[in-house]
């Protein structure tokens, strides 16, 4: 691949750790909202997890996405860049970078950069969910489905991540640490199509075209509206995947994605694929901003430019 850059995944990483330090509180939330129980609504749910575990109840499993999500987001828009300066390339447009891109190019390279970050994204956010679960309210009316062989409520299942990594790999096998892959793949491909390609107009809208790039406010606000629009959008498909990878934390109740999908509409009605959207949504701001603004300002710092470029 010509003009093939390493900047792109360096200032990934960048980012990646930048959002996971902003986003984490929320995505706690977000995740015991959408797989665990008696949690009501989102201010319900802030409440109860400051009250029983502290404000470091909000930071339970960061270490790991922390290290890993750095790294995820690195492949990700280091994929993403690369494969659409492929593209440019590919059809001619080199020397026109920003004006060349078409939708077909930013779709293509989004689907591409989807479907690479769930061969990643998958065991990072079954390692992060169960680790954020495993301290739910477990019910007693789910003790007719086969609960694990636990002192359930004595002590956690996992001591950490290397310790959760271990135990699934031993339990479940490799299979287990893709549990949810398809959810995964439904949910992220679309996803990254609604991130990166919102992102790339709303820039090109809030740039005056006086300008030579675009300003950092811009970046922030482009990219923490994609965000959003990405979250708020993969929300279904993200209930669906949070409790795949949740269920086998106590006990295991669903065979795969449809079942889950059957089983959670035939309990919980339609309204149950939208739980945690608000969150999602107010989620998905702040943390896109702050990757899109560290990937941004580090690719510059990087080559020395004086404009922010974009992906």
Known sequence: MGNFQLEDFAAGWIGGAASVIVGHPLDTVKTRLQAGVNY????????????????????????FPLASI????????????????????????????????????????????????????????????????????????????KPRAVALGVQPIYQGPVHCIA????????????????????????????????????NEWITPEACTGPSPCAVWLAGGMAGAIS??????MDVVKSRLQADGVYLNKYKGVLDCISQSYQKEGLKVFFRGITVNTVRGFPMSATMFLGYELSLKAMRGDNTVPSP
């Not at 135990?167 to 549990?179: D, F, K, Q, S, V």
């Open 167 to 202: 135990t699934i790999m031993r339990t479940e096998g490799l299979a287990g640490m893709y549990r949810g892959v398809g959810a995964m793949l439904l949910r992220d491909v679309p996803g990254y199509c609604l991130y990166f390609i919102p992102y790339v107009f709303l």
């Open 70 to 145: 750095a790294v995820y987001n690195s492949v990700v828009f280091g994929v993403f860049s690369n494969t659409q300066r492929f593209l440019s390339q590919y059809h001619g447009r080199e020397s026109e970078a920003s004006q060349s891109r078409t939708l077909s190019d930013l779709l293509l390279a989004s689907m591409v950069a989807g479907v690479v970050s769930v061969g990643l994204g998958t065991p990072v956010d079954l390692i992060k969910i169960r680790l954020q679960m495993q301290t739910q309210p477990f019910q007693e009316a789910n003790l007719g489905l």
């Open 231 to 236: 979250w708020g959008t993969a929300t279904p």
């Open 40 to 63: 009501g609504n989102t201010l319900s749910c802030i409440r109860t997890v400051y009250k029983r575990e502290s404000v470091f109840g909000f930071f339970k499993g960061m270490s």
